[in-house]
């Protein structure tokens, strides 16, 4: 199991050295940290997934001595391991350039491509090899386009659910959104097991 | 154990194509040669041996194991070879054993390399740079370095040159001589078989035609040739297929004793070569 | 051992094998109990499938020719040359029986069947 998440690292070898130049650039641009960490977090799992939506890559990974639920454990677990990587070393390099960032910062960001990654790892199993790659990436800008006016929208009209949300106290609206990320995390794991289990190479 | 692997009825349909009630045994300690045409059902069979496609009835069991129960066990036991490249092309052979090697508990590191330098395998090139013989041997490499029982070919000999498929050929008979391993292996070129396959599995529009020892089919088969009125409704039936010409008849029987009863000396007989079963089968089956 | 083997002969593999192993013991070249190559070694060494050799092996056992022990191999069994040679001598009288009999039948003087005899058998 740890070497199929390892395996990652090794394929992308050469593409880590676009990853750090590419936090940076975020950095310097100065973008919300939040969204830094987000950005950084999906570099290193996606990119597998642009070599796995190849049909040999799977023919390989299913002849080799693995179940097909360890293969798509080694990719929810491994998108969390690879998280917790890129938000070190994105910290690290916001210390660098003397940026400021909170908790919260990390927090939402996490947060945020955990639940990306929980919406589209399903998608790869569904949509046809070669479309996947697009599919992610109209999914991506259409979240981060949707994501801004539908907050909006529901502040200036659900004033009675802002209000329910304000009066909760930080620590336990962490533990609810906590609860409901891991909640759907936990289904699109279940629901991409089901999926792969049927799936035919 | 004598059958290394065991399909009992298996069928698997697909839009336009299916597997129909397949019966297949792999003896242990041969080679099993898997012809047909393209398009016959040897990938969709092959995959169904590697779980990679689940049959929708029938059995599947190699090493007497199921994969339901089993899989881990059995793959560890296989080592496989497919006709395209399947390890990442972008990485060399170095980094693919680091990521194939931790799957296997027997991975064996000497021999990986004692096969490296057989085969004068680069290791710090990109794969997508190997010609298609380096290709196959690497992949061969990577199959042969577990210690597996059973090593599945799928199409290994498809677009290489005659010479290294005369190397593959002696390769494969070395491995063959602690008689424990068990080979199996399609291809269309049959007379990759000729030399090396001790059983032939025919298969035609996912049915097997039949599946026995490479002597039953030199004995059964042979190519008949003789004068157009030696045929008529009856006598036509000791034959799978008939091909007429103004010169004369030319046939494959697969009853050979059947035709010496009936045609005596008045027909030529010769050995049916592989390829004359493949492709006299393909014209039609006259009686079943 | 040597043996030859040819493709585009009638005579099956397995049988080339088996009539050649055949006269090396007869012909005092494989002693008894001179250890023969094993089936998937001989496989190997001729570029022919194992169970071809097998084949071979088995006649060659069940015509008593060699025997074999299960892990190590098989062997040259005694031979009774004595009565081997007598057996073959008997088939030859009979071929030469046949040989006599067409010879009459198109009047061929015995002196001319002699000579012909002498180029033949030294050729």
């Keep these: 199991m740890f070497n199929l998440i390892r395996r990652d690292i090794i394929i992308q070898k050469n593409q880590l050295f676009i990853f750090i130049p590419f936090i940076l650039f975020f950095i310097i641009m100065g973008a919300q940290p939040a969204f830094t960490f987000l950005v950084a977090s999906i570099f290193i799992p996606f990119n597998a997934f642009g070599y796995d939506e190849k049909a040999e890559t799977n023919i390989l990974l299913n002849s080799l001595p693995y179940k097909r639920t360890e293969i798509i454990a080694s990719r929810y677990l491994g998108a969390i391991v690879y998280m917790l990587l890129s938000i070190g070393l994105t910290s690290v390099a916001l210390f660098a350039f003397n940026k400021t960032f909170t908790m919260t910062d990390v927090v939402i960001g996490s947060g945020l491509f955990l639940l990306f990654v ?78 792969y289990e049927r799936k035919v190479f | 154990m004598e059958n290394v692997v065991e399909l009992i009825n298996v069928s698997k349909k697909f839009k336009g194509f299916s597997i129909k009630n397949i019966d297949l045994h792999v003896k242990q300690g041969f080679v099993t040669g898997f012809i047909g045409a393209n398009g016959a059902g040897k990938s969709t069979t092959i995959k169904m041996m590697m779980n990679l496609l689940r049959p929708d009835a029938g059995e599947v069991k190699l090493f007497g194991l199921d994969y339901q129960t089993n899989e881990k066990d059995i793959k560890e036991r296989i080592g496989f070879v497919y006709d395209s490249n399947v390890f990442f092309e972008g990485l060399n052979l170095k980094d693919i054993k ?33 010609s298609k013989g380096m290709q196959m041997k690497a992949s061969l490499a990577i199959a042969l370095s577990h210690h597996a029982e059973l090593i599945i070919m799928d199409e290994p000999t498809a677009g290489l040159d005659p010479i290294f498929r005369r190397e593959l050929l002696g390769l494969l008979q070395e491995l063959m001589l602690d008689g424990t391993r068990t080979i199996f292996f399609s291809t269309h070129i ?57 010169t004369g008849f030319e046939a494959l029987t697969d009853n050979t004793t059947e035709v010496k009863e009936i045609f005596g000396d008045t027909v030529v007989m010769e050995r049916a070569s592989l390829e004359d079963i493949m492709y006299y089968f393909k014209g039609g089956i006259h009686h079943v | 051992m040597q043996i030859i083997i040819s493709n585009s002969s009638k005579e099956p593999i397995y ?26 070694q001989l496989a190997k060494d001729l570029q022919i499938s194992v169970i071809t050799t097998k084949r071979a092996y088995e006649e060659l056992e069940k015509a008593g020719f060699i025997y074999s022990i299960v892990g190590k191999g098989s062997f040259v069994a005694e031979q009774n040359l004595e009565i081997i040679r007598e057996k073959k001598q008997r088939v030859i009288e009979e071929q030469l029986n046949a040989v006599i009999i067409n010879s009459r039948e198109i009047g061929l003087p015995l002196d001319e069947l002699q000579q012909l005899l002498e180029i033949l058998y030294k050729e």
């Design chain 3, 15 to 40: 049988e080339q094998i088996t009539n050649q192993i055949k006269s090396s013991i007869l012909s005092g070249e494989l002693q008894e109990g001179t250890s023969l190559p094993s089936m998937r």
């Design chain 2, 98 to 130: 680091r990521i194939v090697a931790p799957a296997y508990r027997r991975w064996d590191d000497t021999l990986f390399h004692q096969y490296v330098e057989k085969f004068e395998l680069p290791l710090n090139k990109s794969i997508k740079t190997f």
């Design chain 2, 190 to 246: 049959t007379t990759d078989l000729d030399r090396i396959a001790d059983y032939i599995a025919f298969i035609q529009r996912g049915e097997l035609v039949f599946s026995k020892s490479i002597h039953d089919v030199t004995e059964d088969y042979a190519l008949v040739k003789g004068r157009i009125d030696l045929l008529d409704r009856d006598t036509e039936k000791a034959f799978v297929h008939v091909h007429r010409a103004p």
């Design chain 1, 118 to 195: 929980a919406l589209t790892f399903p998608l790869f199993h569904i949509f046809k090899p070669g479309y996947i790659t697009t599919v992610v990436l109209i999914s991506f800008i259409l979240l981060s386009w949707i994501a801004g006016p539908v907050v909006s929208f529901i502040s200036n009209h659900l004033t009675g659910i802002t209000e329910f949300f304000a009066s909760l106290s930080t620590p336990s609206l962490y533990m609810g959104a906590t609860l409901i990320v891991i909640i759907i995390y936990a289904l699109s794991w279940g629901i991409s097991t089901v999926i």
